[in-house]
């Protein structure tokens, strides 16, 4: 079967070239963040077609399905954890790259008070959402 | 069926070489885990190697034919999911079992 073997070494190929970008991108990359962001994305598309070469070569059985649902649990996982490490970097106050911020809190509130106006009435949430709100971000920013 | 001495060559060539580069860039990945000059550095370059992993047992069972190994890169898969919640989590809060 050269065809067979033709897609697999393709696929082998792709996944080897979506490894090593991930991982120079993280070699190279100046921040906690970039580096995040270099290194899921290509690593996942990467894992991803080397899973299914796997599936090519091991046919729609037993180990052809498992390959498949690595990559679903990949696709899945990944963005997952790169989430939270993000997160907890900048909870322990990992700072950003130049003009970089973190999503304003204003922006969100604001986003919260519209969907809340208009799901209810305009004039009884006029004195009691501001506040509710603020100090429930605030809370969170604190936890 | 399987990836056995039946295959052309350029297909045990690509995994031989695939598994060489995939082992080489651990290595390169771990640079920054010792270099990392924060912790979440290090945590996402040991997210990165153990991907990395991933990729090399799937490549195992392409070179030897043994669908078993595929199951592995599933487990290796998980167990790196889950050190690295358990990283991120104890970095913020100093403790992940309470």
């Known amino acids: ?143 | 069926m399987t990836a056995t001495s039946s295959d052309p060559v350029f297909l045990e060539v690509a995994i031989d070489a695939a598994l060489v580069l995939v082992g080489v860039l651990c290595v390169l990945c771990s640079y920054r885990v010792i270099r990392g000059p924060t912790i979440p550095d290090r945590v996402v370059a040991l997210d990165a190697i153990a991907t990395n992993v991933v990729a090399i047992a799937v490549l195992f069972a392409l070179q030897t034919g043994r669908g078993l190994f595929v199951t592995v890169s599933l487990v290796l898969a998980i167990i790196g999911f889950i050190a690295t919640v358990a990283v991120a989590k104890f970095v913020i809060e100093g403790e992940v079992i309470e």
Do not use: C, Q
């Not at chain 1, 991108?25 to 796997?54: C, D, E, Q, W």
């Open chain 1, 1 to 143: 079967m050269v065809v067979r073997a033709a897609v697999i070494t393709a696929l082998i190929v792709v996944g080897s070239f979506f490894l090593t970008v991930g991982t120079i991108g993280l070699l190279r990359l100046p921040n906690v963040y970039n580096r995040m962001h270099a290194t899921s994305k290509p690593t996942t598309l990467g894992t991803a077609a080397i899973f299914l070469a796997g599936f090519v070569s091991f046919g729609p059985g037993s180990e052809g399905l498992t390959a498949l649902i690595g990559i679903i649990f990949l696709l899945l996982t990944v963005p997952t954890g790169a989430h939270m490490i993000a997160r907890s970097a900048e909870r322990i106050g990992v700072p950003f790259l130049g003009s970089v911020t973190w999503p304003d809190e204003s922006a969100v509130r604001d986003a919260t008070r519209d969907a809340e106006e208009r799901s209810t009435p305009a004039s009884e949430m006029e004195t009691d959402s501001d506040s509710d709100s603020k100090s429930e971000t605030d809370d969170h920013r604190n936890e």
